[in-house]
């Protein structure tokens, strides 16, 4: 699970979110790995709270509480 970690925190077309749950902000990323989409999404102390292959991703990620950031590009130049 490491490579695939890796692969979605270094691609810059990874799509990035803010996920709201109980008041509380988690970034989340989503970027392919072969042929699979994998959603990694981390508390903003830094700290991995999850990783898992998401089968519908657009489906998954229409949920109450995604709000898009922007690519991992786009995010990653303005800070």
């Known amino acids: 699970m ?8 270094q691609d810059k077309t990874g799509r990035v979110y ?9 970034v989340t990323v989503v ?3 072969d042929t699979r989409q994998w959603l990694v999404m ?3 102390d830094g700290v991995m709270e999850s990783a ?3 089968e519908r991703p657009e489906r998954y990620l229409s949920k109450p ?5 922007g ?4 995010v990653d130049n303005e800070l």
Do not use: C, H, K, M
């Open 18 to 26: 803010r996920y709201w749950y109980n008041d509380i902000p988690y």
């Open 42 to 44: 981390f508390a903003y």
């Open 2 to 9: 490491q490579r695939e970690l890796l692969t979605v925190l």
């Open 65 to 69: 509480g995604f709000e898009w950031i």
């Open 71 to 74: 690519s991992l590009n786009e």
């Open 31 to 33: 970027a392919a790995v």
């Open 52 to 54: 898992f292959v998401v």
